[in-house]
């Protein structure tokens, strides 16, 4: 018996069936019978040799069986790296192939990933749900919206921050919300509130949100007074321009006065009666809340200021003064309030009236409420006028530059406007010396 080994040589770019040669490679004895039946003849089974195609390298080994062969994911036709089939698509237990996740559809309504536009019936119908806002948080909106009109007074601007943070359906909130904050400003401000809210009317607000607003507001009217003592005719106030500018009907007077017997509920409603039924009443509503500003007329605007002027002196309460200058609303104009302070210190001819003058423009120097180029130009405005003043006034200049002496020993008179101030040239005729040598002269 001869054994003979021998190599299968295995070319990877030609289709050869590996199990065909798994086969001769289990074949391991081969009887070849002679002619009498006695000379067998036995032949190992050949060895693989596989050769790489892609390097053209050629390696040896040896070949599984079966068993082993079943379980293997790698590709049988000899072709490829080693890696898995399919990508790793194939067979049972895995994970599939990458990216293959997102072409999945998913039937289940309760999964976090399910998509109802994937599903083949139509029935499905999408509604719009708008979440309720409360009191506060709309509050926290507008009064923002509020304080920055005050600021521009652009009605355009406000209504489309109005329609982007308060939904259509408390619209009346907003209402409400606006007048309270413009009940706690000045006038010129509830002015510009009762204009936003007649430019806002039939766009953005409706007659019924104004209605449900002032009567919320009557309700709480015992509320507000605490805050705002004279709430209830500022309200009435708001009512009657709100009819003259006919956001809501004249008749809302008579049919919200059956609603409630409180005092103050009455009040606010019967001033706003006594408004309408004024003559002209509907012209004069327009003005209810005064001229403002420049709108004023010069020798209005003057006597105000003088009349502050003569409170201070005798109250010496500069909080109060302050107040009722900036209520006035004419910074360009406070070189009007210099120039009567100083003719009231020149004709009053009195050191404690300039003592109490001289603090009051300190302290509106001091809170920036008077400018430098304001108080200079009061100052000059004097010196221009002071022959004129000296008629009435026959020592003005002597009070006068005392009075200069004293604000700029304060420090918020410049050493500009003190070397501009006038000196009256005292005209010198003779002495008494000289008197006495004329008269003898002349008697000799």
Not at 223 to 231: E, G, Q, R, V, W
Not at 277 to 300: E, F, I
Request: charge should be negative; glycine fraction near 6%.
């Amino acid at each position: 018996m001869a054994l003979e080994q021998g190599h299968v040589d295995v070319d990877l770019d030609n289709d050869i069936d590996i199990d065909k040669v798994v086969d001769e490679e289990l074949a391991t004895k081969e009887t070849v019978a002679g002619g009498d039946g006695s000379n067998i003849k036995q032949r190992r089974a050949k060895k693989v040799q596989r050769q790489l195609s892609k390097d053209n390298v050629v390696a040896s080994g040896f070949i599984h069986g079966p068993r082993s062969w079943k379980n293997s994911r790698r590709s049988r036709n000899g072709y490829g790296r080693g890696l898995p089939k399919k990508g790793g698509a194939g067979g049972k237990g895995v994970w599939g192939l990458p990216g293959s996740e997102l072409l999945e559809t998913y039937e289940d309504v309760n999964d976090p990933n399910f998509d109802n536009e994937n599903l083949s019936n139509g029935d499905i119908e999408l509604k719009a749900i708008v979440p309720d806002v409360s009191y506060e948080e709309i509050k926290k909106k507008v009064d923002p919206i509020i304080l920055e009109y005050f600021e521009n007074g652009d009605t355009h601007e406000a209504a489309i921050a109005i329609v982007e943070a308060v939904p259509k359906h408390q619209r009346d909130m907003l209402v409400e919300q606006v007048i309270e904050v413009a009940m706690d400003h000045k006038p010129s401000h509830r002015e510009m509130t009762s204009v936003l809210i007649s430019d806002l009317f039939g766009h953005v607000i409706s007659e019924a949100d104004i209605t449900k607003a002032f009567q919320s507001l009557l309700a709480n009217l015992n509320d507000l007074i605490l805050d705002i003592p004279d709430a209830s005719t500022v309200l009435g106030n708001f009512i009657a321009r709100a009819i003259a500018d006919d956001c809501i009907p004249p008749k809302f007077i008579t049919t919200t006065k059956e609603k409630s017997d409180n005092e103050v509920f009455q009040e606010a409603l019967g001033r706003a009666d006594t408004l309408l039924s004024m003559k002209h009443g509907l012209v004069r509503l327009h003005n209810v809340w005064g001229v403002g500003g420049a709108l004023r007329p010069v020798k209005a605007l003057t006597r105000q200021m003088n009349l502050t002027l003569q409170e201070f002196v005798s109250s010496r309460d500069v909080e109060e003064a302050s107040r009722c200058l900036r209520n006035l609303e004419v910074p360009h104009f406070h070189h009007e309030l210099v120039y009567e302070a100083i003719v009231m210190a020149l004709e009053a001819n009195n050191v404690p009236t300039e003592e109490a003058l001289c603090s009051l423009l300190k302290a509106f120097d001091a809170a920036i409420l008077i400018t430098p180029e304001q108080m200079e130009r009061g100052f000059l405005r004097v010196f221009d006028d002071l022959p004129d003043i000296h008629t009435d006034v026959p020592l003005a200049y002597i009070i006068l530059d005392r009075f200069v002496d004293r604000c700029h020993k304060e420090g918020f008179l410049t050493e500009k406007v003190v070397e501009k101030m006038p000196n009256r040239g005292r005209k010198r005729f003779v002495s008494e010396g000289d008197q006495e040598f004329n008269k003898n002269h002349k008697t000799s």
